[in-house]
């Protein structure tokens, strides 16, 4: 029993250890949000010894926030929309449809995960200017609308639900797109919700991107916003992280909500070919 008793609390001591790394990060920006500017560089206490809550109204003041948060919002509901359907499309195209060079387009997609996104961005770029999609909502949606992880994602998914449910249905008369949206989709929830939250997050947090193909306020994202505290003789900590933090609650919200369906989707998610 005593041995038992000794490794769960090794195991709850590495645990809580792991928990730590992750809310001390947020904890330190909470503090620094509320201290003002001059306590940002005295201060190195990461529990909050003042409490400023206006800085949480300047750092909303100082830019167009709300529209930035507008622009974040359409922009990660864009991207997301066109994950689950153009790559749950493809990936069952991949999992059940028998077509010439299969396995070796297949193969292309799993090594395009090892190109470094940074090499398609001048590419991706030109395109969308020749286009005329600079600083419009389709410049920031339409380039990544489909998703190679998710691609392979929802196809090792597709591959674990028993072919014998499908074959029942085109018995009975089901079209394959008909077995795809009232059978696959259905069982295959989890997996969607998995791409789901890791699409939204990948959009909502991207910086890069909003970046190069926005110019005006009216088309910035929440990240671009965050800028706006960096200044050319410094960095008002106290605003920028009071905005961070607040940048950060959608993510949040949304990865708390769908967590048990994450978990499931990831358990669930194997390897079969």
């Avoid at 947090?205 to 088309?219: E, H, K």
């Avoid at 410094?234 to 949040?252: D, E, F, H, K, R």
């Avoid at 990865?255 to 990831?266: K, T, Y």
Wanted: proline content about 5%; charged content about 10%; hydrophobic content about 55%.
């Amino acid at each position: 029993m005593r041995p038992r008793l000794l490794g769960r609390l090794a195991r709850h001591a590495v645990l809580i250890a792991g928990a730590a790394v992750v809310v001390v990060p947020f904890l330190w920006m909470f503090t620094t949000s509320l201290q003002t500017r001059a306590e940002t560089y005295t201060n190195d206490s990461i529990l909050p010894t003042s409490w400023h809550w206006e800085n949480y109204v300047t750092a909303w003041q100082a830019a167009p926030f709300g529209q930035y948060y507008l622009n974040s919002l359409v922009m990660a509901t864009g991207i997301v929309a066109g994950h689950l359907v153009l790559d749950a499309l493809a990936a069952y195209a991949f999992a059940r449809l028998d077509f010439p060079l299969k396995r070796a387009l297949f193969t292309v997609l799993l090594a395009a995960l090892m190109v470094p996104t940074f090499v398609t961005i001048i590419p991706a770029y030109s395109l969308v200017a020749s286009f005329g999609w600079i600083d419009s909502y389709a410049g920031l949606i339409v380039p990544r609308l489909a998703d190679v992880f998710g691609i392979i994602l929802l196809r090792q998914y597709f591959s674990t639900i028993p072919v014998e449910l499908e074959e029942a249905a085109r018995i009975d008369g089901c079209s394959r797109l008909g077995i795809f949206w009232r059978i696959v989709v259905p069982l295959a929830r989890p997996a969607f919700a998995t791409l789901a939250i890791f699409s939204f997050l990948f959009a909502w947090n991207d910086f890069l991107w909003p970046l190069l193909v926005t110019n005006s306020d009216d088309l910035r994202t929440i990240q671009i916003g965050l800028s706006a505290f960096v200044g050319r003789y410094g960095t008002s900590w106290n605003y920028l992280m009071a905005g961070t933090l607040t940048a950060t609650v959608p993510s949040i919200v949304v990865f708390m909500i769908f967590q048990r369906a994450l978990v499931r989707g990831i358990a669930m998610t194997g390897v079969k070919d």
